[in-house]
């Protein structure tokens, strides 16, 4: 079946230090989406991106897709401490299911 | 902002006790999804529904799951006989009606099923 590899794991930084996450899937994708889920809550949807190449801004957050639709990053510029949770992508196949696929996530701590 | 609303919070069961999951999604979409997050780990989908019916299911949504809308705005996940391996996050998700999966769910906050 479909697998999302997500990593690191985790991550701790320093408050205004950068931070990444990389997505890979083991199959193309149609699209993929970014949810960050804060400590005890829920995924909330972030971003989608669909087209190969695609990178997108959030005010500090930068997302990309891959040129061959199996790999996307998220990277965060100057963290803060409200950036602190957990980063998930999640994907949906290029072909068949429409099934989303999350990956692992990356837990992000970030030291004041 | 629209919100995806899930009964109760936090339900404790004996195992093989009968468990039944609400979710009301959000009014005007029409895909609803059921998810569960075991403690730590990642997001796992159980089943898809559209058009009431299920869509997709995951090996995880086995004949002891089931789903259910029994009216507009209601959406039920019912395990008939808990496991104690069913302990767990499950979080009811909806997405726009129009654009359909491919789109940014809507999750709500979930519900910590606990089987002792």
């Known amino acids: 079946g479909q697998q999302v590899m997500q990593i690191p794991q985790y991550q701790h930084v320093q408050e205004g230090e950068d931070f990444t996450t990389y997505c890979n899937s083991s199959?193309?994708?149609?699209?993929i989406q970014w949810y960050k889920q804060r400590p005890g809550g829920h995924p909330v949807f972030l971003i989608q991106?669909?087209?190969?190449?695609e990178v997108k801004k959030q005010k500090r957050l930068t997302f990309q897709f891959g040129e061959a639709k199996k790999n996307s990053s998220l990277h965060i510029t100057a963290t803060q401490t409200t950036d602190v949770g957990t980063y998930f992508c999640?994907?949906?196949?290029?072909?068949?299911?429409?099934?989303?696929?999350f990956g692992k996530g990356t837990k992000l701590s970030v030291i004041p | 902002e629209p919100e995806v609303t899930q009964t109760p919070s936090h339900q404790v069961t004996q195992m093989g006790q009968e468990v039944i999951l609400r979710c009301v999604p959000i009014s005007n979409h029409l895909y609803f999804y059921w998810y569960r997050q075991i403690l730590g780990q990642k997001v796992e989908f159980l089943v898809s529904f559209y058009n009431n019916e299920i869509s997709e299911k995951s090996e995880i949504f086995d004949d002891q799951f089931s789903v259910e809308r029994p009216d507009g705005s209601n959406f039920t996940l019912k395990i008939r006989s808990t496991k104690l391996e069913d302990s767990a996050m499950y979080f009811c998700?909806?997405?726009?009606?129009?654009?359909?999966?491919?789109?940014?769910?809507?999750f709500g906050s979930g519900t910590r099923l606990t089987v002792v």
């Open positions: 999640a994907g949906i196949r290029a072909t068949g299911s429409y099934q989303l696929t």
């Open positions: 199959t193309t994708l149609s699209n």
């Open positions: 991106l669909v087209k190969s190449g």
């Open positions: 998700a909806s997405t726009d009606g129009w654009a359909g999966p491919n789109y940014g769910y809507t």
